[in-house]
Structures are given as C-alpha cells and as structure tokens.
C-alpha cells in the first residue's frame, strides 16, 4: 500500500518529537547558570505577564537587553511554575525540537521546487528527515539548549526559519498574502529574541532568486509587499540595538582586524567540531591578540571556503545557497565587527549547523545514486542502517554533554580542561570558592594571572577574606600597577586601593592605609565608602578632626548607620563639640535604639 505524502510527513515530524525528547530527557534538572541569575532569578520583569509594557521591558544592562520577545518567554515560565528549574529546560527542549520541524518542512519543500526536484524529489523526506534529525540531536546544539539563557538563540532560530518557511509557501499558495503576512511577523518577533536576525531578509531574497524566480525582476514583482515587510525588521532592529550595552562594536576595545583573525580560528574549531563533536567548550573567552602568522591555515581555508561558495553561487546556485547559508547565519557574530565579551561560542553555529548537514546528507544520497544503488537494494538498506548508528551516536555524545551541564563546577572545569585561558581560570575559582574550596580556587587564579588581570585583583581579595593579608597586599599593589594607564581602569582602580587600604590597616599599618585611601578619593571624591573607610582609620589614630570631615562627607546626601554615627559622636566629643556629638548619639538610637555603644556615649555625653 502506497502512503500518501501527509502521512509521512507526519510519521517524520513524530520520529523528530519522539528523538528530541528522549536525547535531552536527561537535560531538565539540570541548574540555572551563570547569565540565567540575572535574567531569571533577579529579572523583575518576569514576574508578571501584565501590564505588556514591563514583561516586554528587560534591563537594559542585563543579558536580555534589547530582548523583549524572550523576556515575556520567561514571564510566561514564571508564570505556569515559579523558579522551577524544569519549566525553563522543557521550554528550550520544545522550542529546540519546534526548530527542527520547520527546518525539516523547509528542505522538504525546497527538493520539490523546480530547480532540483529532478534529482532529489523521490528523496525529498528521507534527506529532510535525515537533515533535520542529525541537526537536532547535534552535540554541537547542546550550549543553546541546555544554558537556559540562551533560550535567546533557539527563539531566534524558530523565527528565523519559520520566516523563511513561510515565505516559501507563499510562493506556491493561493492564500499567499497570509503567508507574507505570516513571514513578516515572525520576522518581527525574530528581530525581538537576538540581534543575528537582521540577516533572515538577505536569506529569503537570495533563496527567492535561487530556488523560485528566474530573476530578481520577477521576485520584486511578484513579492515586493514581502520584502518591504521583512525590511521593516530592520528598523526594529535599529531602535533595539540602541537600548544594548556597549559589549559590540567597533568602540568596545578589540579591533576589527584582531577579531577577524580570531574568527578564522574559531570557525575552523566550529568546523572540527561538527565532524568530530567532541571537547566542548562552554567559554571560549576574549579575543587574543593574534597576527596574521598565527591563523595562516586558518586564513586560507576560510578563503578557500568563501571562494568556493562565490563560485558555486554563479555555476551551481543551488549548493552556493548552503555555503551563502553558512557564512551569512554566521556573520553577525563571527565575522569583523568585535563581540568583547567572547570570541566565540558553540551556540553560534546553532543555525549555519543546518548547512553543512544538509550538504553532508545530500552529497551521501547523490553518492550512492551514482554508484547505481537503488532505493530498495541491500547497499541502501545498509546505508539507512549507518545513518541510524550516526544520528544514535550523535544523541548518546549530546546525552553526555547534557550530563556536564548538571554542574557548574563540572561545566567549567571542562572548559579549563579543554580551551583553558584566564577567565575560565577565574569563573571556575568563583564557583570553588562559593563551596568553601577556597585553596582550589586560589590555586585556580594563580594559573589566570598571565592573561587575566582581574584575577590578580580576586586572588588579593579572596586573600584578604582569608586573613592572609600580608599575601593580599602584594597581589593589590601589583594588580593596581598592571591597570595603572587603562582606559577605564579608574573604577577598578578605586576599589582595588580600598580593599589595599583596609588590608594595610589589618597589618597595622595605618598611615599607608590612610595613604591609599587618599590616593582612591583623588580618583573618586564622592566615593562615600572611601570616605567612612578612612574616617574609621582616622578615628583610631585619634585625629578627630579628620575623622570628622570624612565622616560628614560620607553622610553627605544618605542615612548613616547607627555605627557611623556613633563614632562621629565620638569624634565630636573629642573636638569638645559636646551639643552636637549628643545629637549624632540620638540619631544613632533612633536608627537602632538597641546600639549599647551609643547609649553609652550619650550617657557619658550628657553627664559631661
């Protein structure tokens, strides 16, 4: 009995629900991370769904700035189940597993257009199917999955390709206006959820002109309304960039050509790893300074890759679509205009993946049709059979990655395992110290200080929470020696010379720390905790005078804390200010009418 066209779509899209589920099952206990604090646990905007206006209104300096359409995603989570952990892991699964559907509708539909349906119709569902199961149970996806965050990638994944989905049925539709209409919106939402969007106009005229129109003549007559529409993106995607931090661009201090040669290095990793998807790599960490020496290979395969693309675009448009594919997905993000915050990450190669499987599967399929095997002979049984054991193996390797996301710990020592640099160092020593493994984690920082100046700077405080402050003062002395020149190192170091000073006073040394605490208010006058740090010191030298001044200067436009005033009482009282050191002890009492010190005080005040 023959099955109709409906029914195996349908029994492919099942396949694909059912090994989405079982490959990330494993996935949904798996613990908030790192970025998912500020954006889940500590993000107000998630906690109600209404009024619109503030559920589609993240921070603007948090990790979903210019975001909105993922924020509400995350206020519909809280909404159905709180802060439980595995709403948001089976709201990634399901969005991850949507992704692939479509991606399976579209090269369906695309082996049944004109220009290749000669050669690949007959096959048009087992290539989808393939294509799309390959792609989904991908190792290589697990970083967008599993890291609730970057629900970011995955959202702007089921956009971008349910846009261009749409887009395709349009063109062989009656009722093609809701089709455009259909693209467009979700192109909107898409622009909504991350920034890599902006290409998903770019791909859908060029996939137009390849796979549809005879030329860009005709495409713009007969879809103009559609791509006036999708440019519309565009503009949206203008206003939201300008609510994002300065973490990219051309201004955030990694050049342009820095950055390019690192991502001559980083595609070939990405390349390595969807072949060999092994040793994988939550933070890859900033760029490096690299020459052209260092990525020579790099370099020229990458050129290499595009001038193949080019070529192929011009003698054989339909395979130029997957290389035009590749690189315009991965553009946004791994091409010259610098991310300073990573070089790169796995979650990027989430969409360009799709290329170089579907290249992978069709180039299988056309192999074994030039060796004469046919659908039903043994060789392609055989064939059916390896591919089983691939997509079996890539979802048993993806199922292990899974189990390294079940920890932080885990996650990050495998980063310092597998592309160790400074910050892994650092973020792994973060999470041992918050253990209690505080010897592990200062073991850790000391690796990272070659390449990571801040980790001089965490050594020097861990050191000094440790009492080990003789250690913490060399470490502050050479971390603001390092930073001394750096644009931008003011903050850093001011906060550096307070935690220098307040170690200097523990040591006794009080006339350095008073030093330093000068050389921190010279940077920063107003800073209020300079201020009461160096009254404290100033207090127990007993020049009250200063003591006095610094303390005045730090309740300059806040409250004090029955301690702060209390001690300025004493500073008063010690000037012979005797009127106003009672008042600064009642304050003192009003703020914590148990304070025995400032009872005291008052008393001795009062009988004086």
Not at 322 to 340: E, K, Y
Not at 547 to 559: D, N, P, S, V
């Amino acid at each position: 009995m023959k099955i109709s066209d409906k029914t195996r779509t349908f029994a492919g899209g099942c396949v694909i629900v059912l090994a989405g589920a079982v490959t990330y099952a494993n996935s949904l206990s798996g613990p908030l991370l790192f970025d998912d604090q500020s954006a889940i646990l500590d993000n107000p905007h998630i906690r109600h769904l209404r009024p619109l206006v503030e559920s589609l209104a993240p921070s603007h300096s948090g990790v979903l700035a210019s975001r909105p359409i993922v924020n509400f995603s995350f206020a519909i989570n809280y909404a159905i189940g709180g802060l439980s952990v595995r709403g948001y892991h089976i709201g990634n699964v399901i969005l991850h597993i949507l992704c692939a559907l479509l991606l399976f509708g579209i090269i369906g539909l695309t082996l049944r257009t004109p220009r290749v349906r000669d050669r690949l119709a007959p096959a048009a569902d087992g290539i989808a199917l393939a294509s799309a199961l390959i792609w989904m149970v991908h190792p290589l996806q697990t970083e967008a999955v599993d890291y609730v965050t970057q629900r970011t990638e995955l959202m702007m994944g089921m956009f971008y390709l349910l846009t261009l989905f749409c887009a395709i049925r349009a063109a062989a539709s009656r009722a093609s206006s809701r089709w455009h209409a259909a693209a467009i919106v979700s192109c909107l939402l898409g622009m909504g959820c991350k920034e890599s969007m902006v290409t998903a106009p770019v791909v859908v005229v060029l996939y137009d002109r390849i796979f549809l129109f005879d030329s860009m003549r005709d495409a713009w007559r007969r879809r103009k309304g559609l791509y006036a529409g999708l440019t519309l993106g565009w503009l949206e995607f203008a206003a939201l960039l300008t609510s994002r931090a300065n973490t990219v661009g051309f201004g955030s201090g990694v050049s342009a050509w820095t950055y390019l040669l690192n991502q001559a290095q980083m595609i070939v990793q990405y390349l390595k790893l969807t072949f060999w998807p092994r040793e994988l790599v939550l933070d890859y960490g900033p760029a490096r300074g690299l020459v052209l020496m260092d990525v020579l290979p790099h370099g020229i395969l990458m050129v290499a890759l595009l001038t193949l693309t080019g070529i192929a675009l011009v003698l054989k448009p339909t395979a130029g679509f997957l290389g035009a594919w590749f690189f315009i997905t991965l553009a946004p993000s791994s091409s010259f205009v610098p991310i300073v915050t990573e070089v790169g990450a796995e979650r990027r190669m989430y969409l360009p993946l799709a290329a170089v499987v579907v290249l992978a599967v069709i180039g299988a399929y056309l192999g074994l049709q030039r060796a004469g095997v046919t659908r039903r002979s043994l060789q392609m049984r055989g064939a059916v059979a390896a591919l089983a054991l691939v997509v079996v193996a890539l979802a048993y390797t993806t199922a292990l990655r899974n189990r390294e996301y079940a920890s932080s710990v885990t996650l990050l020592q495998t980063s310092v395992d597998r592309w160790p640099h400074g910050r892994a160092h650092v973020n792994l020593a973060a999470v041992l110290k918050e253990q209690g493994k505080i010897d592990e984690a200062i073991a850790h920082l000391r690796v990272a200080l070659p390449d990571n100046p801040q980790a001089q700077y965490v050594l020097g405080s861990d050191l000094y929470d440790v009492g080990r402050f003789d250690e913490a003062t060399r470490e502050l002395q050479a971390f603001i020696e390092r930073i001394n020149g750096y644009p931008g190192s003011t903050y850093q170091s001011v906060v550096a010379r307070n935690l220098l000073a307040l170690s200097l006073a523990q040591q006794g040394k009080r006339a350095q720390a008073v030093d330093e605490f000068r050389a921190a208010l010279r940077l920063d006058p107003g800073n209020a905790g300079l201020h009461g740090n160096l009254a404290f010191i100033l207090l127990q030298q007993n020049d009250f005078e200063g003591a006095r001044q610094h303390y005045e200067a730090y309740l300059t436009g806040q409250a004090g804390s029955a301690f702060v005033l209390t001690n300025l009482g004493m500073a008063l009282q010690a000037l012979g200010r005797i009127d106003e050191a009672k008042e600064r002890f009642r304050q003192a009492l009003a703020v914590d009418p148990k304070y025995v010190e400032a009872r005291i005080r008052l008393d001795r005040a009062s009988r004086q």
